[in-house]
């Protein structure tokens, strides 16, 4: 399956400045989702945007989407030191057999 | 949200054995789990989709002889990666699916091949 496109790969911040994650896809898509990678873990659920949904929010999370140019962003505001992990963004197709196509992914590190 | 449950986290084996890796979905019946394949600092790359009661589908490139897949209840799926070799050495996640399609991995196996 084709892979997603994520930029940056690597973005390192200061603590409490905010991140900012972008993701780029090629398909149609049902919704759009955002998930959590801690070193050598499985991956953690944070959001999921539907393609008729333009934004959405979650505590410190703030997604965005835009369907016209097959595009999303992630925002992460006040970051923290636990905040540091990869993020990767995944599109379920609209004919994809609820098969997810994962991004490339981006490795954020929040120095304290 | 569903808990998967995967075992073990880390093995170690010897070059030409097989390895056995579970899934398990447990407050969750999952007709369908989906294996990954991680490589270090990269994305998650689809192997196959397990299905309860009948043959997995593998997508391309993925040899289902090396990969063995056997779903035989809706709350375990196995993935044996047979006559193993060091460039199978890699992460191995599974996941079930939700709703609408939200997936909850399990913890994932990292696999070394000595």
């Known amino acids: 399956s084709q892979q997603g496109e994520e930029d940056p790969q690597a973005l390192s911040i200061q603590e409490g400045e905010n991140a900012t994650m972008n993701c780029s896809y090629k398909t149609s898509i049902n919704n759009l989702q955002w998930y959590r990678q801690n070193s050598g873990r499985g991956l953690v659920h944070l959001i999921l945007?539907?393609?008729?949904?333009r934004e959405k929010h979650s505590g410190r999370l703030r997604v965005t989407l835009d369907t016209s140019k097959k595009s999303s962003s992630l925002l992460i505001t006040a970051s923290r030191a636990a905040d540091t992990a990869s993020y990767f963004c995944a599109t379920d197709p609209i004919q994809g057999a609820q098969k997810l196509v994962f991004g490339q992914g981006t490795r954020l590190t929040i120095n304290p | 949200g569903a808990v998967v449950s995967q075992h073990p986290s880390r093995v170690i084996c010897k070059s030409g054995t097989s390895v056995k890796i579970e899934c398990r979905s447990l407050?969750?019946?999952?007709?369908?789990m989906f294996w990954y394949r991680q490589f270090p600092k990269q994305s998650l790359m689809l192997m196959a989709t397990?299905?309860?009661?009948?043959?997995?589908?593998?997508e391309q490139g993925v040899e289902k002889d090396k990969f063995l897949i056997n779903h035989a209840s809706l709350t375990l799926s196995t993935l044996t990666v047979t006559s193993a070799h060091p460039e199978d050495s890699s992460f191995y996640i599974c996941?079930?699916?939700?709703?609408?399609?939200?997936?909850?991995f399990g913890q994932g196996t990292r696999l070394t091949v000595v």
């Open positions: 397990s299905n309860e009661g009948s043959k997995a589908t593998y």
């Open positions: 996941s079930v699916t939700g709703d609408p399609t939200e997936a909850f």
């Open positions: 945007i539907r393609s008729n949904e």
């Open positions: 407050d969750f019946q999952a007709t369908t």
